[in-house]
């Protein structure tokens, strides 16, 4: 896991150099009166997807859904997906029912994108764009490296949708703020110590950083069997709140922005409760820095990287193998 961690700058870079051929391809396919757009995704790529949501939305004006697959392989559920953009999401790029539903609804009207790292696959064969992460083979079973160039290949995508709050710059520079993270990461121990003896740890955060913090939740889950669960920050004021006790750690997430002061205010509300809060931000005084220069829309690449290593210090010290957690395995075939 640390290894493939370690290739995520090269990766990201390779891809940032195809922005402009990737941008054209998807341009090319939008439909001339695009009505929405629908991600497909299972697992890690789930809430890459979500992360594709706030982007596509805020570039197009236009509604974006996460799929309920059983809709269509269970419920077979007739559907009309014309004028819709359909994004299927996955690393092997051969989970049954992102196929299958990728399948249905280029059938039933869908202009339809593949994001894979595996350019022979079901999934790229039911799509008439392919994204190739190009990442390389990835071995240990939490998705690292995979994750984050998903990632930037929604951004990617996004971007040629319609305008987005970062520059060219700013996509540019990505590959070197992710590895100067990388190449701090003792803070991460310190966090990762603060999830000792916990049963329960919870991430929050607001806007599109709310995918790093559901990652987050999910690499804890994964490698270090603790039930970590992630929430918007306004969703868990509404009853979930209730259940946050002083044993239980909270990771927040947040980069200067609109979403910033509601996390903000939160932490402040838990901190009174009880609550261990550790943040992961931008801001001065973090317990774990985000690099400020990156925009808030981009900053959920960077700060997945800080919950993967939260989560391999958090294994480790449980003493814990993250790369084969128990009862997991690469490539999970629910249909």
């Known amino acids: 896991m640390a290894a493939e961690m370690a290739e995520q700058p090269e990766v990201l870079e390779r891809l940032v150099r195809r922005r402009v051929e990737i941008a054209a391809s998807i341009a090319a396919l939008v439909p001339e009166h695009l009505c929405g757009t629908v991600l497909v ?71 339809t994108v593949a994001i894979v790292n595996a350019t022979s696959s079901p999934l790229s064969d039911a799509a008439d764009v392919v994204i190739d992460l190009s990442a390389g ?6 998705a690292t490296k995979t994750f984050t160039a998903t990632l930037l290949a929604l ?48 991430t929050v955060a607001r806007g599109p950083l709310l995918a790093a913090a559901s990652e987050t939740a999910l690499k804890i889950r994964e490698t270090s069997a603790i039930f970590a669960e992630a929430f918007s920050a306004a969703d868990l004021r509404h009853g979930p709140i209730a259940a946050v006790t002083p044993d239980v750690p909270v990771l927040a997430f947040s980069a200067p922005g609109p979403a910033a002061a509601d996390v903000v205010e939160l932490c402040a509300v838990l901190r009174q409760r009880g609550v261990t809060v550790s943040t992961i931000s931008a801001e001065p005084g973090s317990d774990l820095p985000l690099p400020r220069a990156v925009p808030e829309a981009l900053q959920p690449i960077v700060a997945a990287v800080r919950g993967q290593q939260i989560a391999l210090s958090a294994a480790l010290a449980r003493h814990l193998d993250p790369d084969a957690p128990i009862g997991l395995t690469k490539v999970t075939l629910t249909r």
């Open 41 to 111: 995704a299972r697992g890690s790529s789930d809430t890459a997807a979500l992360y594709g949501r706030y982007l596509f939305e805020m570039a197009s004006g236009r509604p974006v859904a996460l799929a309920s697959p059983s809709l269509h392989t269970l419920y077979r559920i007739p559907a009309d997906h014309r004028g819709y953009l359909a994004v299927g999401i996955s690393q092997s790029g051969r989970t049954p029912e992102v196929v299958s539903v990728l399948e249905q609804m280029r059938a039933s009207g869908a202009r």
């Open 137 to 142: 083979s990835e071995l240990a079973v939490p």
């Open 155 to 202: 951004a990617l995508v996004a971007d040629a949708l319609g305008p987005l709050p970062w520059s060219d710059g700013d996509l540019s520079a990505l590959p070197e703020h992710v590895s100067q993270v990388l190449d701090d990461r003792h803070r991460s121990d310190v966090i990762a110590r603060r999830l000792d003896g916990a049963d329960r740890v919870l």
